[in-house]
């Protein structure tokens, strides 16, 4: 036990007698400074509190202790997903699916400081059941989009996020199941009206022209299927969506290429910024210039509405702009759609005959040097003009001569042409 701890907690010493547990009861939870155990929160209990939300709540430890004390509560998240924080309320909200229960576990903490802990108590902890259902009937396969669109009903812009859900049927639902999609975001809930169906008459998909979304919200966005049979009860399923993933981003508005600089070696691109309740400065871009001659794309960014680019004004090109909200607004979004093309310049025309006739000695040209170097490279130089030969490797040729010749048909021309060459070579040495 350390006396700087002894002489910190010198004042807050009567609170603390109250909150001593007896250290039977919590020895499994003994911690190092087993003078200092704390009693854990009492009634936690976990709720559902709306579409794939719960709500947390506990009372702190009894006897009205700690009044004196600055006493914090962990809590941890078991299921769905394992996730921990700390709080000085006794409540908590959490947005969290509840389709498979929710389990979690509280103790209260007493820190020294935001770096260490001075003591905690034991976890309690609770849990809410999964909701009841056959298994294999929930919806599955749960997808969903977002897009802004702008009103025009008004004078300055409104903006509206729809949303669009799509899910399978369960495998083990039946014929006769029906589902039903709602959505949440902060505290807003709205069941769909726009379903459609499959061929047994099942909603498969929903779409809301208009919801309460804000693109701008750092909410998660809450959606849940449920659904009835008279076979059966349908689990139902639940889902969270971050609004940067799923949200289609409009493509740039009013793509325009102009061909700029002294003999129009410079394209100039403007556009300006797509529908979306995202100011100007949260888009980047970007900028696809297609060349239609060579069929080659080159690909740019920009985080302005405007680009500049160096062409050749022989070719005719064709720009393509897509966006997507910056890091700087929110967290990486998709990119949208490439805008429609904007084309500028002319292809120039193919070349003419007489331009043609110019090219043709230059081909001419090429060719025979080519030509000259395959010939280097196949030795045929020195079969034309020979360095003179030693009578033994003349031997030697004419061996492999009369033997080609008795080897194929098909060798035989080429076996010819190589006695001609052969020729003067044999008449040089009149040892045959
Ligand atoms: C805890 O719950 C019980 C029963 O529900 C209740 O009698 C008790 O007063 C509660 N404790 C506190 C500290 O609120
Ligand atoms: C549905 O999701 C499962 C698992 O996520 C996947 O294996 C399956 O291919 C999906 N089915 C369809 C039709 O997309
Ligand atoms: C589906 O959930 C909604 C919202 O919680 C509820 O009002 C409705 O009764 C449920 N329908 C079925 C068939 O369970």
Request: glycine residues 4%.
């Amino acid at each position: 036990m350390a006396c700087t701890q002894d002489l910190t907690l010198a004042a807050m010493a009567p609170a603390l007698l109250i909150l001593l547990g007896t250290v039977a009861v919590s020895q499994a939870d003994a911690l190092p400074d087993e003078t200092l155990l704390l009693l854990p929160p009492v009634n936690f209990t976990i709720q559902a509190a709306g579409l794939a939300q719960v709500l947390l709540r506990w009372q702190p430890p009894p006897d009205g202790a700690g009044a004196n004390l600055d006493l914090e509560y962990h809590v941890r998240m078991h299921t769905p997903q394992e996730d921990e924080y700390e709080t000085r309320s006794t409540e908590s909200r959490q947005a969290t699916p509840l389709h498979r229960g929710v389990s979690a576990s509280v103790r209260t903490i007493l820190r020294r400081d935001s770096h260490s802990l001075l003591a905690a108590s034991r976890w309690v902890s609770a849990r809410l059941e999964a909701p009841p259902g056959t298994p294999g009937t929930a919806a599955v396969n749960l997808t969903c989009t977002t897009n802004t669109a702008v009103g025009n009903d008004t004078p300055s812009a409104s903006y509206w996020v729809s949303l669009r859900c799509a899910w399978l049927v369960g495998e083990a639902a039946p014929q006769d199941t029906q589902y039903f999609l709602y959505y949440r975001f902060g505290s807003q809930t709205e069941e769909c009206w726009k379903y459609s169906r499959d061929a047994l008459q099942r909603n498969i998909a929903c779409w809301f022209p208009k919801t309460a979304i804000r693109s701008k919200r750092p909410d998660p966005l809450a959606v849940y299927v449920n659904g009835s049979s008279k076979f059966m009860a349908i689990q139902p399923f639940d889902q969270l969506f971050a609004l940067h993933a799923i949200d289609q981003v409009n493509p740039p508005q009013n793509v325009s290429t102009e061909v700029a600089g002294l003999e129009g070696t410079r394209v100039s691109i403007q556009w300006e910024k797509p529908v979306s309740a995202f100011p100007a400065h949260c888009f980047h871009y970007q900028v696809k210039i297609n060349n239609t001659r060579r069929g080659s794309a080159q690909t740019e960014h920009s985080t302005t509405n405007g680009f500049t680019s160096v062409i050749d004004n022989s070719s005719r090109y064709c720009v393509e702009v897509r966006a997507t909200v910056s890091a700087a607004c929110r967290a990486a979004s998709l990119w949208s759609a490439w805008s429609p093309p904007s084309c500028v310049g002319h292809d120039k025309p193919r070349p003419s005959p007489e331009q043609l006739l110019l090219v043709l000695p230059a081909t001419v040209c090429l060719v025979l040097l080519i030509c000259s170097f395959v010939c280097k490279i196949c030795h045929l130089w020195t079969r034309v003009f020979p360095p003179v030969p030693t009578p033994s490797r003349s031997l030697g040729n004419l061996e492999a001569m009369s033997y080609e010749k008795t080897a194929s048909q098909d060798a035989e021309s080429e076996v010819i042409m190589y006695v001609e060459e052969l020729g003067p070579e044999m008449l040089e040495h009149p040892v045959f």
